[in-house]
């Protein structure tokens, strides 16, 4: 794990944690209060998996770059080496 992949998950962690304690002091009855946070999590959650989806498609669109660049590079050092040869 990278350190900024480490700091960034350190900030999510600090404002859920934040975010719950706010929510927790909040002066409202527990049934309110579980329905609040259940919402509340449950958008985060959501939230973390449209991240992660972007996340996986940019790795793979990251990698057919590469891909694409090998090849291409293989192909030209081949005529290269014909044209030499």
């Known amino acids: ?16 944690a934040g975010v ?7 002066p409202e009855k527990g049934s309110e209060m579980r329905a609040r946070i259940k919402k ?3 958008g985060w959650v959501d939230q973390l998996g449209d991240l992660i989806n972007s996340g996986r498609e940019q790795y793979d669109d ?9 090849a291409t590079t293989e192909q030209k050092v081949s005529r290269m080496n014909e044209d030499l040869g």
């Open 1 to 16: 794990m990278t350190s900024t992949t480490k700091v960034v998950l350190g900030i999510l962690g600090a404002a859920a």
């Open 20 to 26: 719950v304690i706010g929510l927790l002091i909040a």
């Open 40 to 42: 509340t999590t449950g």
């Open 62 to 70: 990251l990698k057919d770059k590469a891909r694409n660049i090998k």
